[in-house]
T-cell receptor, first 113, second 114 residues
Framework: GQQLNQSPQSMFIQEGEDVSMNCTSS?????WLWYKQDPGEGPVLLIA?????ELTSNGRLTAQFGITRKDSFLNISASIPSDVGIYFC?????????????FGKGTLLTVNP | DSGVTQTPKHLITATGQRVTLRCSPR?????VYWYQQSLDQGLQFLIQ???????AKGNILERFSAQQFPDLHSELNLSSLELGDSALYFC?????????????FGQGTRLTVV
C-alpha cells in the first residue's frame, strides 16, 4: 500500500529557531495535509494543500505541495514553546479512494525555551 | 475542542476480552472514521461509516467490527484482544463521505491490553 516517509523523526531546537520537516511518498497524492498532535489529544489540522506547487501559510507555518505530487514540506518560523508536539503529514490519493488518509509516522518537535 | 467525543478515555483489559469504544461525531457530521495509532505503525485507517452504512474498510482485523447507529454515533468493537492491540484509537467525523479538510478528530481512547 501507500507509504509516507516523514523526516526527521525528531527535532530538538531552541526557541526562536526555524524548523523544517518533509514527507515523501512512493505514489501520487492529490491532497496533502499537515496535522499537529498534542499529548492526550487527537490530531488537529494545520494546513491543507490541494494543488501541485501550491505554497500555503498559516501564521508562522508554511507548507508546500511538491511539483511531482509525491512530496510536501512544512516550515515553522520563529518557534515558540507551544509548538512542541508531534507533526504529521497525511495524503489523500483522491478519486474513489478519498476516504483513505495515509499518515506519515510523525516528527516529534521539542522546543527549548 | 473538536466536537468529536470519544469514551472512555482510557481502558485497561486482559487478553482474550472484548471491549467497545464509543464515538459521538460533531453535530451534523454523517461520516465517522476509526483510526488506530501505535508506536510502530503510526496512524492506520480502520473503517468508515457514512450515514449508518459501512463505506470503506482499511486495515481492520476480523476480530474488530464497528457500526454506526441511527443517531450517527459509532461503536468500535474489539474482541479476543491481544497484547498487540494496545494502542490509541481515534474517531474522526466529517460532513461528507470523503475524508478531507472537514474531518475532525476526537481525543482518542487509550486501550491497554495486559
Amino acid at each position: 500500500g501507500q507509504q509516507l516517509n516523514q523526516s526527521p523523526q525528531s527535532m530538538f531546537i531552541q526557541e526562536g529557531e526555524d524548523v523544517s520537516m518533509n514527507c515523501t511518498s512512493s505514489s501520487i497524492f492529490n491532497t496533502w495535509l499537515w496535522y499537529k498532535q498534542d499529548p492526550g489529544e487527537g490530531p488537529v489540522l494545520l494546513i491543507a494543500l490541494y494543488k501541485a506547487g501550491e505554497l500555503t501559510s498559516n501564521g508562522r507555518l508554511t507548507a508546500q505541495f511538491g511539483i511531482t505530487r509525491k512530496d510536501s514540506f512544512l516550515n515553522i518560523s520563529a518557534s515558540i514553546p507551544s509548538d512542541v508536539g508531534i507533526y504529521f503529514c497525511a495524503g489523500l490519493p483522491g478519486g474513489g479512494s478519498n476516504y483513505k488518509l495515509t499518515f506519515g509516522k510523525g516528527t516529534l518537535l521539542t522546543v527549548n525555551p | 475542542d473538536s466536537g468529536v467525543t470519544q469514551t472512555p478515555k482510557h481502558l485497561i483489559t486482559a487478553t482474550g476480552q472484548r471491549v467497545t469504544l464509543r464515538c459521538s461525531p460533531r453535530s451534523g457530521d454523517l461520516s465517522v472514521y476509526w483510526y488506530q495509532q501505535s508506536l510502530d505503525q503510526g496512524l492506520q485507517f480502520l473503517i468508515q461509516y457514512y450515514n449508518g452504512e459501512e463505506r470503506a474498510k482499511g486495515n481492520i482485523l476480523e476480530r474488530f467490527s464497528a457500526q454506526q447507529f441511527p443517531d450517527l454515533h459509532s461503536e468500535l468493537n474489539l474482541s479476543s484482544l491481544e497484547l498487540g492491540d494496545s494502542a490509541l484509537y481515534f474517531c474522526a467525523s466529517s460532513v461528507g463521505a470523503a475524508m478531507n479538510t472537514e474531518a475532525f478528530f476526537g481525543q482518542g481512547t487509550r486501550l491497554t491490553v495486559v
